[in-house]
């Protein structure tokens, strides 16, 4: 019995597939990956090699919702990359909203887009800012008490890597946040 033989399809295939596929213009996504339009162009034309560097190959799969492995040129990073739960909570909140990726940076400004690919792909935290997580949160449709889970758990991390015991402070930490839900709950008029 004959096997079937696998045809590996090339690297700048696949990304040419995907943005035929998602009628995705090779300036958006150049903005979403981080890289010029015309490297795009070299990439998918081949005029360049298919690139190696393991952020913009990480960013290309975060766009195109697979895994990065999915290129041969990818080299499998020796330290293990730990996603936050609140970034899986957002993935999951795409997820169940059957949102893609491209549709999702796309609600934001152009800016903004390699900042959010970069929290997808986990080498950024959910920001801080309550604004710009509530922005995040507002295309994902997610609720008041939601968002504030999101940040409040984000403000403890920021606290504790900042040396602050949070446990031994406890009674400040709680007169904090209780303050932050007052507050955000007047902004949303509650």
């Known amino acids: 019995m004959k096997e079937k033989q696998i045809i590996q399809e090339k690297s700048s295939q696949k990304v040419s597939r995907f943005l035929d596929k ?23 034309d081949e005029s360049i ?11 290309i799969a975060t766009v195109m919702e697979i895994e990065p492995e999915e290129f041969e040129e990818y080299k499998i990073p020796q330290e293990p990359i730990i996603i936050d739960e ?6 999951d909140a795409l997820k169940s909203k059957k949102m ?9 400004p ?5 900042e959010i690919v970069d ?12 604004k710009e997580l509530s922005m995040i949160a507002q295309v994902l449709d997610l609720t008041s008490d939601e968002i504030y889970n999101i940040w409040e758990k984000r403000m403890k991390q920021v606290l504790e890597i900042n040396g602050m015991n949070i446990y031994s402070n406890a009674a400040l930490v709680n007169t904090m946040f209780d303050c932050a839900k007052r ?7 509650k």
Not at 110 to 114: D, L
Not at 183 to 189: A, E, H, P, R
């Open 49 to 59: 090699p298919f690139s190696t560097r393991g952020t913009t190959l990480e960013r």
């Open 86 to 91: 609140s970034v899986i909570y957002l993935k």
């Open 183 to 189: 507050f955000v709950n007047l902004k949303n008029g």
């Open 110 to 114: 152009r800016k903004k887009r390699i």
């Open 119 to 130: 929290i997808l792909r986990g080498t950024l935290p959910v920001p801080i800012d309550y």
């Open 100 to 108: 893609s990726v491209v549709n999702f940076l796309k609600a934001f």
């Open 22 to 44: 998602n009628s995705l213009h090779k300036k958006d996504f150049a903005e979403m990956i981080g890289v010029t339009l015309s490297y795009v162009y070299n990439l998918i």
